[in-house]
T-cell receptor
Framework: NAGVMQNPRHLVRRRGQEARLRCSPM?????VYWYRQLPEEGLKFMVY????????ESGMPKERFSAEFPKEGPSILRIQQVVRGDSAAYFC????????????FGSGTRLTVV | AQKVTQAQTEISVVEKEDVTLDCVYE???????LFWYKQPPSGELVFLIR??????QNEISGRYSWNFQKSTSSFNFTITASQVVDSAVYFC????????????FGQGTRLTINP
């Protein structure tokens, strides 16, 4: 009965490298959301996905960021050619379609770009 | 558009004092959910409460209580007899009811309880 699993917990990348963040939703949850928390700030919505579909990507930066939630396997948030400003905590949450059951958050991935 | 405002950036009180964290929201939806989350220094997000806009009853859970006032679009959170372990950042959030929708978070209030 594991909750939302995010890995890695900490990720260090040099400027220009790619960062891949993984999120396995809670069992039975078909919806995944990614949020970004910049240092000393609140959480900002990035993208909402169902299996094989992006439902809402209104919070995703236009360049270098992409997300997927394949039929099999975890959801992936990919950041290409990382820059120092990408350093943040990235949280994943999952929910069933009926959100009256609530959202469950993972522990987050702390990305540091050096 | 939906918006959540937590005007108090930081609050510092002495242990055992009561403290209220304010949350004001904006939405055009007639039905919505409101949430409070706690983020302790370890960084994870801990769910505290979800409130449906239909239900304006106040709620109490141990030392925690929530005051939902639809007329003023507020959903305030009070900790009674605060403890050092309550030190954390607290976030208020809002989402639509229909379908699976994104959470809109406030900026958070950093609460420090001093011994």
């Amino acid at each position: 009965n594991a909750g939302v699993m995010q890995n890695p917990r900490h990720l260090v990348r040099r400027r220009g490298q790619e960062a891949r963040l993984r999120c396995s939703p809670m069992k039975g949850h078909s919806h995944v959301y990614w949020y970004r928390q910049l240092p000393e700030e609140g959480l900002k919505f990035m993208v909402y996905l169902q299996k094989e579909n992006i439902i809402d990507e209104s919070g995703m930066p236009k360049e270098r960021f992409s997300a997927e939630f394949p039929k099999e396997g975890p959801s992936i948030l990919r950041i290409q050619q990382v820059v120092r400003g990408d350093s943040a905590a990235y949280f994943c949450a999952s929910s069933p379609l009926d959100t009256s059951y609530g959202y469950t958050f993972g522990s987050g991935t702390r990305l540091t770009v050096v | 558009a939906q918006k959540v405002t937590q005007a108090q950036t930081e609050i510092s009180v002495v242990e055992k004092e009561d403290v209220t964290l304010d949350c004001v929201y904006e939405t055009r939806d007639t039905t919505y959910y409101l949430f409070w989350y706690k983020q302790p220094p370890s960084g994870e997000l801990v769910f505290l409460i979800r409130r449906n806009s239909f239900d304006e009853q106040n709620e109490i859970s141990g030392r925690y209580s929530w005051n939902f006032q639809k007329s003023t679009s507020s959903f305030n959170f009070t900790i009674t007899a605060s403890q050092v372990v309550d030190s954390a950042v607290y976030f208020c959030a809002l989402t639509r009811v229909q379908g699976a929708q994104k959470l809109v978070f406030g900026q958070g209030t950093r609460l420090t309880i001093n011994p």
